[in-house]
């Protein structure tokens, strides 16, 4: 099994209802998925790395088609649906950038199921980018606290064209091995 996007329900914390990866907002778009609130950190650097590679810091405001993007998900445990209105809205309120607003989608759902649909985990997970995705047990309630968070160069069809788990091995250009040549246009 190969690493694909699987079919995500989100909404940006700006109240944008987005369905990945159709609605991914570029033609090439790093995704960073996020199962805890201390990933935070890990979340913050990938965006800078990709900040400082040229990746524009937000979708908001784009007066056409996007070559690449850069967007942050957290994916909390299906548990947490009926609070949804109450974890977004504290979101969106502690945030207050209507930038960061725009690039955040919050997802709710069975993290366990939607990585491995993804090939993120099990026997099919495989090494797409800077390092290799073993299998994690990850509860579909909640993740344990092995999860890291794991980023992913994907096209609106689903194409992972590459992807790493945890923090970005270095914080400067050209970063990990592969990440510049995935967000680069093809053709």
Known sequence: ??????????????????????????????????YRQRHQRDVDEWIALAVALGVPATPRGATGPLTTAVVEVPFLARVWWPARRLIDGGMAQGIADPDVLARTFTAYGAP??????????????????????GARDVD???VDGRA??????VTREGTVLWHASGRP???????????REALQPHG
Do not use: I, N, Q, Y
């Open 1 to 34: 099994m190969s690493v694909r996007f699987a079919p995500l329900r989100t909404r940006a914390l700006d109240g944008t209802p987005r369905d990945l990866p159709g609605d991914l907002p570029a033609e090439r778009t790093l995704v960073l998925l996020a």
């Open 169 to 179: 091995l270095t914080t400067s250009p050209p970063g990990p091995p592969g990440l």
């Open 148 to 153: 890291e968070v794991e980023a992913l160069v």
């Open 140 to 142: 579909a309630r909640d």
């Open 112 to 133: 366990l199921r939607h990585r491995r649909a993804c090939g993120l985990d099990g026997p099919g997970a495989r090494k797409v980018g800077a390092r290799d995705v």
